[in-house]
């Protein structure tokens, strides 16, 4: 079964539409929405909680959808969103009392060992929390009560290499128990590249690719030439192209193209950042 | 819910005690011969702890991670509302309390039925101001509210202004009869206006996208 499919999703706003999207998480995966700000990840997120209302499309929850027994699912559902936090003056504890009444399947004693490991204070004040830390205390909530799905809205924008170094290693364990999933948006496409199984490009609103990240990194390569060896790259292998004075750096599709050329190992920001140029260049 | 309710609770306690305490120095003001008016601050002061915590909620944005968490709407809703109730009783309670104290300190008690319809009266004084602000908060939100609590409470006090002039020339004619009106009529009809009003902020909330 699939934790997460969504199929024709539509969203519009005055200036902004989600348009049309459609991807499937498959239980035991690592997704990675990825887009630049308004890129409409936040909207998609927020749309999965059933927190905004969808103008078309359907949303499924481990294989129902997300209006019904919703109250029920999210007990199955961590989340991390970008800018919703505790109350100012909550402190480690309080948050431990609310989330014990909150979650029935609440464990105290997995909170604390993610609160230590995290080394977040017990009785500081939630305000006087860096981002990192609060960020760190979400996703502590969001991992001490079983669940099988993580969201994680910019989970590791704003923070520092190292606290975000920690936070992917503990989303990476979580999914080695093979019936848990996750969907993490970003902009930081390195963080995604890290661990990620799949890759959800959204860009303007609209769905640019969802594929696994391991056939994108096969399937697409960086073209370095000269402008006149370029002439001689077939025009439809090629996804993206940025053009100097001395030569011509371009995203192609691989296996077509002739094997004379040498073609480079595109990243994932790579490949997202050609894509999301308009046209090809050429 | 219960979670819903401690963490307000948690959160009165440390941001909403100065209206806890300004409600106690009311409610003693009140009864040690102040004026009933101070009772009626007392209750208000308290009734107005749910708008209090909702704006706190909103500046964290303590509302869009509700959502995620495994409570719907309604619970959402429905936990401000017993706040409002619970802040309601305690006003009553505590004025009750404060009559008790002093009649055992002046050694004369008064009549206790009396109080007990002057503390009820108080009770559905703190309901009223809820049952017409709740709904606004759930549309507009606190801070975009408050033109909307200024100009309804305005426009409630001069309708109230108005029918008070058309059918009565005599303000007691008007204490005589709610006064004379069976014990429980008061807050029943308090508590019907409430649960109007939890109808109505509950389809504001489910259509309000967070």
Known sequence: MNALVIKDLSKAYKGFKLDNISLTLPRGCIMGLIGENGAGKTTTIRLILNSRKRDSGSIEIFGEDNRINFKEKKEDMGVVLDEAYFPDNFTVKQVNVVMKSTYKRWNEELFYRYIDKLSLPHEKAFKEFSRGMKMKLSIAVALSHDAKLLLLDEATSGLDPIARDEILNIINDFTRDESNSVLISSHIVSDLEKICDYIAFLHKGRLVFCEEKDELLEKYGILKCSRADFEAVPPDAVKGVKENNYCIEALVERRRIPSVFSVERASIEDIIVFIAREGTGR | ?210
């Open chain 2, 1 to 210: 819910m219960k979670g819903l309710l401690i963490k307000d609770w948690f959160v009165i306690w440390k941001q909403g005690r100065i209206m806890i305490i300004l409600s106690l120095i009311y409610s003693i003001l009140a009864v040690t011969g102040s004026g009933y008016f101070f009772a009626g601050f007392s209750s208000v002061f308290l009734a107005m702890l749910p708008l209090t915590v909702m704006g706190l909620d909103e500046r964290c944005k303590w509302d869009h991670y509700a959502i995620a968490l495994p409570y719907s709407r309604k619970d959402i809703v429905m936990s401000k509302y017993i706040i409002t109730v619970l802040g309601a009783l305690a006003a009553s309670v505590l004025f009750i309390a404060s009559t008790v104290i002093k009649w055992s300190i002046d050694g004369n008690a008064g009549d206790f039925m009396s109080l007990m319809k002057q503390a009820f009266m108080l009770m559905s004084l703190g309901l009223f101001y809820s049952t017409i602000n709740l709904p606004i908060a759930f549309r507009f939100g606190v801070d975009k509210g408050r033109l909307w609590f200024t100009l309804i409470t305005v426009i409630v006090v001069a309708a109230l202004g108005g029918i008070i002039t058309i059918f009565t020339t005599d303000m007691e004619q008007i204490g005589g009869f709610i006064q004379n009106l069976p014990f429980l009529v008061v807050p029943m009809i308090s508590f019907a206006l409430l649960a109007v009003s939890y109808v109505i902020s509950v389809r504001i909330y489910e259509n309000r996208e967070l």
